[in-house]
């Protein structure tokens, strides 16, 4: 006479997912997706709260102080904002900026260090007084204006990012700047220790040293809303549905895996 063991029965999906530890993975994995809506919320509200500017904001000269803060990024909205600063440009520093174009055609642009006359402090912007096709001109009315800088003059223009340090082309000059950056132009202005200077520039509205004035149109209006932020926000929402995922995944690998161990195990023999 013989009898048979047991007979084993696998679990199901759902009485894995429903043990102790999978529930507590499963509290996690909603704290997780919990924060990311929440990241998620943030980023669509800021993208949401972003205000345009009233039409034809940028065209009404506001002081530079109101607008910009030495240091500081300019706030998408008040790039190209015009405005108005006074000071007295440092001799020794108007240098040549060239692939400047002017309405199409190439060329070059002087450069200046303004020293702002009321700034409580030192302080620096850097300006673009004028444009030229000609690389020896440029070059002549930046010996000129180095020679003769023009003191408490009162200028109005827009006020643009920086646009960056870049290396120069090749065969160019070592020290041929391609880019309006005032972090570059810092590097070769004189005096400048302890000194502030704005993160944007500003391309002056009425040239210098014969030079022909710059075009700078005014700004593009958008919309209020960022659309990076919204994509931020929708990458957060992705994320908070991967925790949901994630924890699916691995408690069904965990049942899987008990699944083939239970059919791997030998039989019991029967007496």
Do not use: C
Not at 105 to 125: C, K, N, Y
Not at 229 to 251: D, H, K, Q, S, T
Request: glycine residues 8%; aromatic residues 10%.
């Amino acid at each position: 006479m013989s009898s048979a063991g047991p007979e084993v029965f696998p679990p199901t999906l759902r009485e894995v997912m429903l043990r102790p530890w999978w529930l507590g993975m499963l509290a996690f994995a909603l704290l997780l997706a919990a924060v990311f809506a929440w990241l998620g919320q943030w980023q669509l509200s800021s993208a949401l709260d972003t205000a345009p500017v009233d039409p034809g904001a940028t065209e009404n000269v506001r002081p530079l102080e109101d607008v910009a803060t030495p240091g500081a990024y300019l706030p998408d909205p008040l790039v190209g904002q015009k405005v108005a600063v006074t000071g007295s440009f440092v001799a020794g520093d108007f240098v040549v900026v060239s692939s400047r174009y002017n309405d199409g055609a190439a060329g070059f642009w002087v450069t200046g260090q303004l020293r702002i006359t009321e700034a409580a402090a030192p302080t620096a912007l850097a300006v673009a007084v004028g444009w030229t096709a000609d690389r020896d001109d440029a070059e002549d009315t930046a010996s000129a204006l180095n020679d003769d800088p023009p003191q408490d003059v009162d200028l109005t223009g827009r006020i643009i990012s920086d646009e960056g340090p870049a290396l120069p082309r090749p065969g160019a000059p070592a020290a041929e700047m391609t880019r309006m950056s005032p972090a570059a132009l810092l590097g070769v202005w004189h005096d400048v220790d302890g000194l502030a200077v704005y993160r944007g520039y500003l391309t002056a509205a009425e040239p210098l040293g014969g030079l022909t004035a710059i075009h700078s149109p005014a700004p593009e209006e958008s919309g209020g809303v960022n659309w990076l932020n919204v994509f931020y926000a929708v990458e957060w929402a992705i994320f908070a549905g991967f925790a949901f995922y994630m924890w699916y995944r691995l408690a069904r690998d965990a049942w899987e895996k008990e699944i083939e161990a239970l059919e791997e195990s030998p039989v019991p023999a029967g007496d």
